[in-house]
């Protein structure tokens, strides 16, 4: 089975970088598939980020395109979210996940973000 | 961008009761709509894609319906572990986007 995890620090303080690596266990993210970030911010609200397609395309969320960068290390099997310029309104659960056709179909567990001073 | 209104914002029903989950898209979408199941503390779970095709291993009381631009989740006869938040999400165009979610309560 495709599982994927999330790891990164918890606090990043303003105007900083978010560094965020997913690793993906059970297939090759060179091998089909998009793979995705997404974020849930406190409150609920869910926003796309971005991909990394296995082709090694990227496409983002043009509310984020200036700040956002989407790589991967495909030894490591892994993918990463780099955001610039962080605010306290970046602050939320980031999660990595697979695309398959338009759908999302399997999740990280997720991992918090605070984005404080 | 698509805006998905997802209505109303919580749902409360007794065990055993059909519920039914209602999104609406901002344009026509034809059937590229997706539907998640969200547990407290738990990542989305894909339920239904594209409207109304099942997903392996969710239970057979989850279906989904429509086209264009009204949407519904329905679940056939709610149990205990199905109160949750639940999430539409649209794959017509990009940026992809999602609905605010309903959270189910169970009375």
Do not use: C, F, R
């Given at each position: 089975d495709v599982q994927l995890q999330e790891s990164g620090p918890d606090l990043v303080k303003p105007s900083q970088s978010l560094s965020l690596t997913c690793t993906v266990t059970g297939?090759?993210?060179?091998?089909?598939y998009s793979w995705h970030w997404i974020r849930q911010f406190p409150g609920n609200k869910l926003e796309w980020m971005g991909y990394i397609h296995y082709s090694g395309s990227t496409n983002y969320n043009p509310s984020l395109k200036s700040r956002i960068s989407i790589t991967r290390d495909t030894s490591k099997n892994q993918f990463f979210l780099q955001l610039n310029s962080?605010?306290?309104?970046?602050t939320a659960t980031y999660y990595c996940a697979s695309g398959n056709y338009g759908y999302f179909d399997v999740w990280g567990a997720g991992t918090t973000v605070t984005v404080s001073s | 961008d698509i805006l998905l209104t997802q209505s109303p914002a919580i749902l409360s029903v007794s065990p055993g009761e059909r519920v039914s989950f209602s999104c609406r898209a901002?344009?026509?979408?034809?059937?590229?709509i997706h539907w998640y199941q969200q547990r407290t503390n738990g990542s989305p779970r894909l339920?239904?894609?594209?409207?109304?095709e099942s997903i392996s291993?969710?239970?057979?009381r989850f279906s989904g319906s429509g086209s264009g631009t009204d949407f519904t989740l329905s679940i056939n006869s709610v149990e205990s572990e199905d109160i949750a938040d639940y999430y539409c999400q649209q794959?017509?165009?990009?940026p992809r986007t999602f609905g605010g979610g309903t959270k189910l309560e169970i009375k």
């Open positions: 297939y090759s993210i060179t091998s089909g962080v605010t306290t309104e970046d | 901002s344009q026509s979408i034809g059937t590229s339920l239904i894609k594209y409207a109304s291993g969710i239970p057979s794959s017509n165009s990009w």
